[in-house]
């Protein structure tokens, strides 16, 4: 016999426990207002799912003043700048000195843990492993989300408004009528190439480097963990490189005259990472909000998709704080607002910066001579010669401020 269904009423039903639906549920509880998060995922399944590692400093600050956990100030390391290298030279970004802030390396995954953390120590309801979840209503003032839990047990939601926190696949950000969204996107004609090696950190801060056989990333985990990116096709296999081929690529764009070398050790995950622009707008429907990935995807060029999921529920959790108070739509309709402009910057940002990074075959219509390349490397030099151009960098990458 199946098990009775039960029926549950939160102010807000959250679908996806990822960053932004645990931050929002955590930014809610502090208002006094109660959630119910699901995710078809394990908790296990998403803690090794590796994602971008660098915070915002206003990120950082929303972890931290806001009572989710302050481990970020112990295990994270802090970067002052980073370095963009190309031919053959490596010249700083020194954000500190430039906008007087800094980010934060410390990845999706450790924040992931601490929002689940935090969740289960102040008695937040997240559901991981649930299945079968759909929304409906949404148009009405009754919206009603089903699933089945993690045991099989049959459960229906009766909230006052659901919040798409479900990712870059997401199902709720479907359920908007095509009469009433618009879709912006930008497909780009290469991917990344990332791995994690058992190596030694190879730079204090991250190096993004621009060479002709394509960019490269050196980013890092911990002391004898790295994690690295290499500019690929798209669709290319995991396994189609060989260690050896992968550690001669990475050389190879490394190069330079001072001679920065990359020690080699065992590649412990390697992954094909797609690259997209993408946004759907508004983040607000009926009785459904949009928020994270689900809403835009970025490049991960410039280290923004967290960041923007963050700063989406920041703004959120307070618009439907006014909401409740208010019980006006004006509330959630000035969210969509707020949000998208922090989204169009940062796709802005994104784009920018992999267009100044990456390069691509081919030569464009009426050029002579490799024309691309050379108006690119023209662009990298204006960028790091005059202090407007490294300001500018520094400002986008640490991020504008949150409100
Ligand atoms: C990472 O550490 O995974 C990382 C860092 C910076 C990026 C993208 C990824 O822009």
């Known amino acids: 016999m199946p098990a009775a269904e039960t029926v549950e009423s939160p102010t807000i039903a959250i679908v996806g426990g990822g960053p932004a639906g645990l931050m929002l549920s955590h930014l809610l509880a502090r208002r006094g207002v109660d959630s119910i998060v699901l995710d078809h995922r394990s908790r296990t399944e998403i803690e090794h799912t590796h994602r971008a590692g660098i915070l915002e400093a206003d990120s950082v600050r929303l972890l931290v003043d806001t009572g989710v956990s ?15 290298r190309f031919s053959g ?102 991917a990344w190439f990332g791995i994690l090696a058992q190596i030694p950190r190879v730079a204090p801060e991250l190096i993004y480097c621009r060479s002709e ?63 997209r622009s993408f946004v759907q707008e508004p983040m607000h429907y009926g009785r459904l909000v949009l928020a994270g990935d689900a809403a835009h995807t970025v490049p991960p060029t410039g280290a923004k998709g967290l960041n923007l999921a963050l700063a989406d529920v920041s703004v959120l959790a307070g618009c439907i704080e006014d909401w409740l108070g208010s019980g006006s739509d004006d509330a959630l309709a000035a969210y969509t607002g707020t949000a998208l402009q922090r989204v169009w910057r940062a796709q802005n940002f994104s784009y920018w910066m992999t267009q100044l990074l990456h390069t691509t075959s081919g030569r464009s219509d009426g050029a002579v001579g490799d024309f691309a390349a050379m108006r690119q490397l023209g662009e990298l030099d204006t960028v790091v010669s005059s202090r407007a151009g490294r300001t500018y960098l520094a400002e986008c990458y640490t991020g504008w401020p949150q409100r």
């Open 213 to 275: 056989r394509g960019f490269a990333l050196i980013s890092q985990r911990t002391e004898t963990i790295q994690r690295m990116y290499l500019q690929c096709e798209p669709g290319m296999a995991p396994d189609a490189w060989s260690d050896e081929q992968i550690w001669e690529e990475f050389a190879a764009r490394l190069a330079g005259e001072d001679d920065l070398t990359l020690p080699t050790g065992p590649i412990i995950d390697r992954a094909v990472l797609g690259f």
């Open 70 to 84: 302050d481990r970020v100030l112990r295990d994270g390391d802090e970067h002052e700048g980073i370095d963009l």
């Open 89 to 190: 030279r490596s010249h700083r970004i020194h954000f500190k000195e430039l906008v007087w802030e800094s980010v934060w390396l410390y990845p999706q995954t450790d924040v992931f843990i601490d929002l689940a953390d935090a969740r289960a120590r102040d008695g937040g309801d997240v559901r991981f492993g649930v299945t079968d979840a759909s929304v409906e209503g949404i148009e009405t003032d009754s919206p009603i989300v089903r699933f089945t839990d993690a045991d099989g047990t049959p459960g229906e939601l009766r909230p006052r408004l659901v919040v798409g926190a479900d990712g870059s696949r997401s199902i709720c950000r479907r359920l908007v009528p095509e009469e009433h969204r618009s879709a912006y996107f930008h497909e780009y004609p290469f």
